[in-house]
């Protein structure tokens, strides 16, 4: 990875965290004010606002680890995904509602950011995750996952199309950034297998105009 690199993925991680620490602080006044208003108090009403950011960060942990194993996402995950935001989508918008439709959206601002910090610090760790056994992937140390690709999308190569970047990450459950490098692996070994297909057309042409 160049310098350029670790300062894009460094200063993007870090702008994502502090947008996350921001959005969970309001976040989480915006419920504690809802659950203090409507009966809990002492430490219980300081615990149970953390119960339901907590619980997105759980889930996006889970997810991060399937995509480490290669394994697919536990249902359960996405369930709680959607419960979890529902709830502190709803919690913020309470808290807001009083001061009427402009003062919900406000409020609910502050839910959205938080979930989005986690699903955009879930990318960034995803795409510096190096390759099993510490094989980044280059021209001479090919990503392992090259042969996967190449026998997933085998019927786009053959029709001498590479897939997407975003059909790459799809199918195979890897970042942004790696998910480039398996293009660019695809796109190679498509140009070659090409030219191996029309090599002994050329032979052959060279052949009989000899002759």
Same mark, same amino acid.
């Given at each position: 990875?160049?310098?350029?690199?670790?300062?894009?993925?460094?200063?993007?991680?870090? %702008? *994502?965290?502090?947008?996350?620490? &921001? !959005?969970? @602080?309001? $976040? =989480? #006044?915006?419920?504690?004010?809802?659950? +203090?208003?409507?009966?809990?108090?002492?430490?219980?009403?300081?615990?149970?606002?953390?119960?339901?950011?907590?619980?997105?960060?759980?889930?996006?942990?889970?997810?991060?680890?399937?995509?480490?194993?290669?394994?697919?996402?536990?249902?359960?995950?996405?369930?709680?995904?959607?419960?979890?935001?529902?709830?502190?989508?709803?919690?913020?918008?309470?808290?807001?509602?009083?001061?009427?439709?402009?003062?919900? %959206? *406000?409020?609910?601002?502050?839910? &959205? !950011?938080? @979930?989005? $910090? =986690? #699903?955009?610090?879930?990318?960034?760790? +995803?795409?510096?995750?190096?390759?099993?056994?510490?094989?980044?992937?280059?021209?001479?140390?090919?990503?392992?996952?090259?042969?996967?690709?190449?026998?997933?999308?085998?019927?786009?190569?053959?029709?001498?199309?590479?897939?997407?970047?975003?059909?790459?990450?799809?199918?195979?459950?890897?970042?942004?950034?790696?998910?480039?490098?398996?293009?660019?692996?695809?796109?190679?070994?498509?140009?070659?297998?090409?030219?191996?297909?029309?090599?002994?057309?050329?032979?052959?042409?060279? $052949? =009989?105009?000899?002759?």
């Amino acid at each position: 990875m160049s310098g350029a690199d670790r300062v894009i993925r460094w200063s993007t991680a870090g %702008a *994502v965290l502090g947008v996350a620490v &921001v !959005a969970a @602080v309001v $976040s =989480y #006044e915006h419920a504690y004010d809802l659950v +203090r208003a409507h009966g809990e108090s002492g430490w219980t009403a300081h615990m149970v606002p953390l119960t339901v950011d907590e619980l997105i960060y759980a889930r996006s942990m889970v997810m991060l680890d399937s995509a480490r194993r290669k394994t697919p996402v536990p249902a359960l995950a996405r369930w709680l995904l959607g419960l979890g935001v529902a709830v502190t989508l709803a919690a913020n918008v309470a808290h807001g509602l009083g001061h009427g439709p402009v003062g919900a %959206a *406000v409020a609910a601002w502050p839910a &959205v !950011a938080l @979930v989005g $910090s =986690y #699903e955009l610090l879930m990318m960034v760790i +995803r795409g510096s995750q190096p390759a099993p056994g510490g094989i980044t992937g280059s021209a001479d140390n090919p990503d392992p996952l090259g042969e996967q690709a190449a026998e997933v999308f085998a019927d786009q190569l053959a029709a001498h199309r590479v897939p997407s970047v975003r059909a790459i990450r799809a199918q195979l459950h890897v970042g942004q950034p790696r998910a480039q490098r398996l293009r660019d692996y695809l796109a190679t070994g498509a140009a070659s297998r090409a030219f191996r297909t029309e090599e002994p057309t050329s032979s052959t042409s060279t $052949s =009989y105009s000899s002759v």
